[in-house]
Nanobody, 121 residues
Framework: QVRLVESGGGLVQTGGSLRLSCGVSGRTFSTYNMAWFRQAPAKEREFVAA????????YYVDSVKGRFTISRDNAKNTVYLQMNNLKPEDTAVYYC??????????????WGQGTQVTVSS
């Protein structure tokens, strides 16, 4: 089975930075499109960023463009989300997902357990 484990969340002040990691098990990691979603309290899950299987293209929700960067290291079976200039509205549980597509909003079949990001003002 494919398993995803997020890490790197924490508490940071406005303007700070965090790097989230998502380790993926399985021999087919390099074939998956990868994405990050987040869910704030009492809100629906929201797309944040995506990276296609060969790393050629990235996609971001408008609110994080210029601040967040998604990347992948196939040798380590890991996808990253570098988050800079964090804002309180970035506070959420962040999830990684594997196997999504642009046409379907990047929601993959496989999901991690999530990691909490809290940004204080």
């Amino acid at each position: 089975q494919v398993r995803l484990v997020e890490s790197g969340g924490g508490l940071v002040q406005t303007g700070g930075s965090l790097r989230l990691s998502c380790g993926v098990s399985g021999r087919t990691f390099s074939t998956y499109n990868m994405a990050w979603f987040r869910q704030a309290p009492a809100k629906e899950r929201e797309f944040v960023a995506a990276l296609n299987w060969n790393g050629a293209n990235t996609y971001y929700v408008d609110s994080v463009k210029g601040r967040f960067t998604i990347s992948r290291d196939n040798a380590k079976n890991t996808v990253y989300l570098q988050m800079n200039n964090l804002k309180p509205e970035d506070t959420a549980v962040y999830y990684c997902t594997a196997g999504g597509t642009y046409d379907l909003g990047w929601k993959g079949y496989y999901w991690g357990q999530g990691t909490q990001v809290t940004v204080s003002s």
